[in-house]
C-alpha cells in the first residue's frame, strides 16, 4: 500500500519556524504534483502550497514569503520550510500526492494524517 507521512510539526512561539517533511512510501509508480493544506479548528481545510513534478511552486496568499515548498523526488519526499511563523498558522498541516501506483494506472491523491503545528503567542 501507498502510505504518507508528515512530520517535524510541533510547538513554537510566534517569529519561530519548523521544516515539515512527508514522504511516500509503498507501491509508488510516479508522483505528479504534490502539496500542503492545513486545517484549524473549526475551520475548512485550506490549500498552503503546492509544487509540481519539475518543481513549479504555488502559495496561498496568507504564506507567500514566508513558507518554502520543495520536494526530493529521488526520495519521493516534500518539505515546507515555515518561517516568521504565526499564531495564526496554527493547525493540523497535511500532505497531499498525485500518483500513480502502476504506468497503466490514472493519477490518485493521497494524504498523509497530518502533523500538528502550533504557535503561540
Known amino acids: 500500500q501507498v502510505q504518507l507521512v508528515e512530520s517535524g510539526g510541533g510547538l513554537v512561539q510566534a517569529g519561530g519556524s519548523l521544516r515539515l517533511s512527508c514522504a511516500a512510501s509503498?507501491?509508488?509508480?510516479?508522483?505528479?504534483?504534490m502539496g500542503w493544506y492545513r486545517q484549524a479548528p473549526g475551520k475548512q481545510r485550506e490549500l498552503v502550497a503546492t509544487?509540481?513534478?519539475?518543481?513549479?511552486?504555488n502559495y496561498a496568499d496568507s504564506v507567500k514569503g514566508r513558507f518554502t515548498i520543495s520536494r526530493d523526488n529521488a526520495k519521493n519526499t516534500m518539505y515546507l520550510q515555515t518561517n516568521s511563523l504565526k499564531p495564526e498558522d496554527t493547525a493540523v498541516y497535511y500532505c497531499?500526492?498525485?500518483?500513480?501506483?502502476?504506468?497503466?494506472?490514472?493519477?490518485?491523491?493521497?494524504w498523509g494524517q497530518g502533523t500538528q503545528v502550533t504557535v503561540s503567542s
Open positions: 497531499n500526492a498525485a500518483l500513480k501506483t502502476y504506468w497503466y494506472d490514472n493519477y490518485r491523491d493521497y
Open positions: 509503498g507501491s509508488i509508480f510516479s508522483i505528479n504534483a
Open positions: 509544487i509540481s513534478s519539475g518543481g513549479s511552486t
